[in-house]
């Protein structure tokens, strides 16, 4: 029976490499009885198991999108050429997941913002619903709560309206009462094809995206910490709006709704002649109550990032910024200021010179990763280990992630050479590919200069976190002469990379603290 | 309303028939007429798009009831009716989330109840009634249900129930313990921690020294041929921590707090011993008089006892010619405590 087969919740564990929690016997033997209720001791599940079974029943049961474009590798894989151009299929021999059901998911786990592009009908709305009724609202509630994006949408439309008969009566605009409206206490937002928002009304939007507060008539409401969907039909300012820099910015992740697979005709056909719409079958053990949002926020930050993944994606970002002909002075030599001075990109990068544009990564960007863009990243790829189920974060997570929240974030240079090549022109369509690519271009390069095994400036910082206290003049000076003779080893070198810009001021930074401390311990004595 | 669904409600009927089953249809469709139409009702106005599923799964869950003898006579269980009829539309917010857990969850531990004493249901039933509007999820309500199965004469669920109690918010637990809300009590979790530690403790009552008398607390064990479990008058005994009687043929514990008092049989070696305790506080003196530290209490009726045992907290006492193992303890007046001593402690029927 077709009802039937939309209550099945995957049985657990749904991935067996996590383990199982045990139960104890308890009170809640008083619910065992005749009727079969496995589960009355659903609440005992633990919660990453219980995000699993949710996206198992998203995409087993309510989204027909069946792309396993995040590929988790258990050994060997097999891969097959296809097509003139030998094309890779990979069939994964690890648990692979679909990123478009899986991105919404993990941004409801850990409460960001997701943007989900795509044509028309493509399921959009109806996945960032399906959020909305995971967080335990009515069917009803949430869409009535979807903001629609239109060129007439006005702020009161969006946030709410002062109440009229205060409007009259105040002595003091802090006397108007506003009836704020409704969807501003929700914990999953959903803004419908915001870039049809005028500009003007994205600006409000902004404050509650980032502040997470409604602000009219000098009246302020604090909205509950929840998750973001926004939905665009296209992506590349194809808007009735061009969507604002600081809105844009605000979005953590960017997730592609990929097209409908015409082999899977058959399950719509069942669907329309049951009369069923998968988000009012969503089965009650996948519900998440306010209070399990918040602790599965809580266990998702205790995920650890051990220091050599983390030391991965910092040799990963450091790559973009630096921009050696956007400055005299060493510390503004980037492409922020480039972008500020509002000269021509193109201009400025063809005077990069000696380093190799097909291999420097930094050269396919015009601009670097920003800070909340790497504590997107932190925060993701903690919601990926702790959805797999794994003790810690692995760098297979790292690389899997990173493109789906640089996504809109790491603007392209489609000029730089390295496109040229027939190989890589398809990563100036796709961008998810393109990022993971530089990713892993990027660790060939940590691999290849064995910074795992040595990183005198990874040392450096080290032995400074260790603390100054107790330090004595001849240590600190050692320390300087260190610092020195690494920067002299490097300064005969042409070819400086990214990287490397960041090491020189890190290294600069560190000298600076030595000198600071030298000259107290001098006046000390 | 059951029009869309009459071929799949009809197929699940079938089957079960087919699976060997002896439901009476005419049973059934009153149960579906009297008592799951209310509950869908009350759902449709809550949540409409559930209406579909609840209805489905009220009668999946109905029909597992009917396939083990329920719903066959209001007299067997009349409980249960009443929480089909009266509380389970009431339930409609959570009904309509989780139709299964919750109808299936709170039948099944009605049936349970039911079984230990049908004035325990009754209270369950009442504490359910008075705190679920309260309650904003199905893990709450649940939970809810287990902290009330303890309050209502359960005690051998008091640790468990306690530890489900303390998932509650504060609110729901004061209007559970039924104290005051804006009672001024620092930290109800301590007061519950202590609950843990000491069967007898009163979280309004005074604890101090002074209130503390040996009173009796309670009483457990009936004949067999009314309805309880002893086949003779039993003896009791300290074992490893655990007071436990026997009437000679079987073992049972005996769990007591200021909710209640309760045996539950276990698997343990029969005994005949019949051991008076004289020497060390609390002692039962030959007259009658139970002795314990300062306090003491003249009990007549307990002259000759048969036996005495004593846990570290309660002192059981039973007499030739009883079913019954009389109770005590050390504590504060229990009129003190959440649910009236007077509803949970008769005066002993000493004589079966």
Redesign the interface.
């Known amino acids: 029976?077709l009802?039937n087969f939309f209550?099945r919740v995957s049985q657990s564990p749904t991935n067996p490499s996590s383990k199982a929690a045990a139960r104890?016997f308890?009170?809640?033997d008083?619910?065992?009885?005749?009727?079969?209720?496995k589960?009355?001791f659903?609440?005992a599940v633990p919660l990453d198991e219980k995000l699993r079974q949710a996206y198992f029943w998203i995409v087993n049961h309510a989204v027909i999108s069946p792309f396993y474009d995040i590929e988790y590798n258990e050994g060997a894989s097999q891969t097959f050429p296809v097509g003139e151009r030998g094309n890779l299929v990979q069939l994964p021999s690890g648990q692979s997941y679909c990123s478009f059901v899986l991105m919404p998911l993990l941004t409801f786990a850990v409460r960001a913002k997701c943007l989900l592009v795509g044509g028309p009908g493509r399921g959009k709305t109806s996945s960032a619903v399906l959020m909305g009724v995971l967080a335990?609202y009515?069917?009803?509630e949430v869409r009535r709560a979807i903001q629609k994006g239109q060129p007439q949408m006005t702020i009161s439309d969006l946030l709410g309206s002062p109440l009229p008969s205060d409007l009259i009566k105040a002595q003091s605009i802090d006397q108007i009462g506003i009836a704020w409206r409704k969807w501003l206490g929700m914990r999953v937002k959903i803004i419908d094809e915001y870039n049809r928002i005028p500009t003007r009304t994205q600006s409000s939007l902004l404050t509650l995206m980032s502040d997470n507060y409604a602000e009219l008539y000098d009246q302020t409401l604090e909205c509950p910490e929840a998750a973001w969907y926004l939905t665009a039909n296209d992506d590349a300012g194809g808007g009735t709006y061009q969507v604002i820099e600081a809105l844009r910015d605000r979005i953590d992740v960017v997730v592609k709704a990929l097209h409908f697979n015409s082999r899977f005709l058959g399950e719509l056909l069942e669907r329309i002649e049951a009369g069923i719409r998968p988000e009012?079958?969503m089965p009650?053990?996948i519900?998440f109550?306010a209070?399990e949002c918040d602790q599965v926020h809580r266990e998702i930050r205790s995920i650890p990032i051990p220091a050599q993944v983390l030391r991965r994606l910092e040799f990963f970002a450091s790559q973009f910024e630096y921009c050696e002909s956007a400055a005299f002075q060493f510390e503004y030599k980037t492409k922020d200021t480039v972008k500020l001075s509002g000269i021509d990109w193109q201009q400025i990068s063809s005077a990069e010179s000696g380093k190799d544009k097909l291999k420097d990564i930094g050269a396919q960007t015009k601009n670097g990763v920003s800070v909340r863009a790497l504590m997107t990243t932190l925060m993701f790829v903690k919601a990926m280990s702790y959805f797999r189920g794994a003790a810690q974060v692995d760098l297979e997570d790292l690389r899997q992630l990173i493109p789906f929240v640089l996504h809109d974030k790491l603007v392209q240079d489609p000029d730089c050479p390295f496109f040229e090549s027939a190989d890589n022109a398809s990563f100036r369509s796709d961008k998810i590919g393109w990022i993971r690519r530089m990713f892993d271009m990027s660790c060939a390069e940590y691999d290849r200069l064995q910074l795992d095994r040595d990183d005198p400036v990874l040392k450096m910082s080290i032995e400074f976190e260790k603390g100054l206290d107790g330090l004595e003049q001849r240590e600190v000076r050692k320390r300087m002469v260190e610092i020195e003779r690494l920067l002299k080893s490097w300064s005969g070198s042409r070819k400086f990379y990214g990287h490397m810009y960041d090491d020189v001021l890190k290294l600069k930074y560190l000298h600076q603290r030595y000198t600071n401390y030298l000259r107290w311990l001098t006046w000390k004595e | 309303m059951f029009e869309d669904q009459r071929d799949?409600l009809n197929?699940l009927f079938r089957s079960r028939i087919k699976q060997g089953a002896k439901i009476d249809s005419q049973a059934f469709a009153e149960h579906i007429r009297t008592r799951i139409v209310p509950c869908v009702e009350a759902i449709s106005l809550v949540?409409?798009?559930?209406t579909?599923?609840s209805t489905?799964e009220l009668f999946e869950?109905s029909l597992?009831?009917f396939?083990?003898g329920?719903f066959e006579n209001e007299s067997k269980t009349p409980h249960l009716y009443r929480l089909w009829s009266e509380h389970l539309p009431k339930l409609a917010k959570h009904l309509a989330?989780?139709p299964?857990?919750v109808?299936?969850?709170l039948?099944?531990?009605l049936?349970?109840?039911e079984m230990q004493s049908s004035h325990t249901a009754e209270r369950w039933l009442s504490h359910v009634e008075t705190a679920a509007q309260y309650t904003?999820?199905?893990?709450e309500l649940?939970n809810l249900?287990?902290a009330a199965?303890?309050l209502s004469g359960?005690p051998h669920?008091r640790?468990?129930?306690i530890?489900?109690m303390r998932l509650l918010p504060k609110s729901l637990i004061l209007r559970l313990l039924e104290m005051p809300l804006d009672l001024n009590e620092p930290d109800i979790h301590t007061s519950l921690e202590k609950m843990v530690v000491d069967p007898w403790y009163s979280i309004l009552g005074s604890n101090s020294s002074d209130a503390m008398q040996v009173r009796q607390v309670g009483h457990c064990g009936a004949f067999v041929g009314f309805g309880g479990e002893m086949r003779k008058p039993p003896v009791v005994t300290a074992n490893e921590g655990m007071l436990v009687a026997s009437d000679g043929q079987h073992v049972w514990q005996i769990f007591a707090d200021r909710f209640g008092a309760v045996t539950q049989r276990i698997d343990l070696s029969p005994f005949h011993e019949n051991k008076i305790q004289k020497k060390t506080d609390p002692r039962l003196t030959t007259g009658g008089l139970i002795r314990w530290g300062e306090s003491q209490l003249k009990r007549p009726d307990l002259a000759n006892a048969s036996s005495s045992a004593f846990d570290g907290g309660t002192f059981a006492v039973t007499i030739p010619t009883s079913f019954q193992v009389v109770l005590f303890a050390q504590t504060a007046p229990l009129a003190h405590s959440v649910i009236p001593a007077v509803k949970t402690v008769a005066t002993p029927g000493v004589g079966a």
């Open positions: 029976m009802q209550k104890e308890d009170v809640a008083l619910y065992r009885g005749p009727v079969d209720v589960d009355a659903a609440s335990g009515p069917i009803q009012e079958m009650a053990q519900l109550t209070a | 799949a197929a949540l409409p798009e559930r579909r599923l489905l869950v597992d009831l396939m083990v329920h989330c989780d299964r857990r109808a299936g969850s039948s099944n531990a049936i349970k109840i904003e999820s199905v893990d649940l249900g287990k199965a303890w359960m669920y640790t468990s129930a530890a489900a």
